[in-house]
């Protein structure tokens, strides 16, 4: 599947969890990270901006793990779905947050140039996906990331009105 | 020591090591965090911005992970130059750069109320520090970080005229 003949995994979120400051269609502020099927992993393409520095020359660290993170529920979101049988936007897609996130930091990010992220699910359950996810500059993969996604509790349901 | 009589760690990084998206002075669109010395920790506050959010109600975890690792680069540097007996503010403070981080999301963060960062550092040497981080909201911890810090890499330093 190819990027361009589907939507972002991000779009296909109910509109009452569309809000993401790294990935909401509804936040008009945020990041808008969109992450896309293509074969067996999900991949995102992102280019910081000049303020998204860290040191000079290079990107700020917690919007790579940032980015990270809303790739990685997007890909959680994207397994779950096809795991259960469902093509992406058959249904409303399941919305996953944030247990745990570990990033390392294998080479400084140069600032400057398109990231590409890559997400695939390392272990899934009906509840709980395990991913792990690159991003890369310019062809060098300089983030590793594992983030723990689980399904959107009941406690944090609430009316958006 | 009280954070009302002593500058933020973080503006006695050096000018060429200030533009951070976290925590820069020089960086008039970022989240300017700073952070003090206070005992043995090191403590920031933070209040969210409305658009900082996840699911309604509650704060983005991408923020939360940006705020515990610039908190942690100033633990780093707070208990470096302590263990250099060294005052703050006597000397440039040395600069650290994350090499991982490890974020556990204990709790939804709520929106919409002051956030209190603490820090400590469990291992030090002088080109590393180990530094955990909680994030509280209310008074009840919601984040619990680990995070990695180096001191900055010759390759990371460039001209910046």
Redesign the interface.
Known sequence: MSTSDTPAIQDLYSD??A????C?RN?P??YQLKSFPEGDEVVARFTPAT????????V????L???A??HAMATATAATELAAGRRLGDAPAP?F?????????LK?TPLGVELELRGHVTETSEKKAVVAVTISAGGIVTIRAEVVAVR?PK????P?H
């Not at 303020?51 to 290079?58: A, E, M, Q």
């Not at 406690?155 to 609430?158: C, D, N, T, V």
């Open positions: 009452d969890f809000h993401c400051f790294g909401g936040n502020v945020g303020y998204h520095i860290s040191i000079p020359g290079f700020y660290g917690g919007l793990a940032s980015l993170d809303c919305r947050v944030t247990a745990a996130l570990r990033v390392d930091y400084p959107l406690s944090m349901e609430r958006s």
